[in-house]
Nanobody, 129 residues
């Protein structure tokens, strides 16, 4: 089973940008579909989007569609989430997750009977106004 470590978070001003990374170790990264999630203070974790094992297809939550683009580099065991034009409401802890089944990534935040194979520990993003 892989272990996941997110990086790239920090404190940024509104309008700025960040690129979050999630690097896997200890397993076969390319056998996992990957997802990005976030949890804002006082709110439940929400899906941002997910990417297939090959990186050929992506899925995004309607609430964030057109703002985020997930990509992965299987040679580097890493999945990326660049975030542009950051807003204070983007303040959250951002998590990556891994599961062999893309659908599980898509529904895990809404189906209490589902869980992912692996979650990262999260990276905090704080956007100041």
């Amino acid at each position: 089973q892989v272990q996941l470590v997110e990086s790239g978070g920090g404190l940024v001003q509104a309008g700025g940008s960040l690129r979050l990374s999630c690097t896997a170790s200890g397993g076969a990264f390319s056998t996992y579909a990957m997802g990005w999630f976030r949890q804002a203070p006082g709110k439940e974790r929400e899906l941002i989007g997910a990417i297939t094992k090959s990186g050929g297809s992506t899925y995004y939550a309607d609430s964030v569609k057109d703002r985020f683009t997930i990509s992965r580099d299987n040679a580097k065991n890493t999945v990326y989430l660049p975030i542009y034009s950051l807003k204070p409401e983007d303040t959250a802890v951002y998590y990556c997750g891994a599961d062999p089944i893309l659908h599980t990534l898509v529904v895990v935040t809404t189906d209490k009977d589902k869980d992912l194979d692996v979650w990262g520990q999260g990276t905090r993003v704080t956007v100041s106004s």
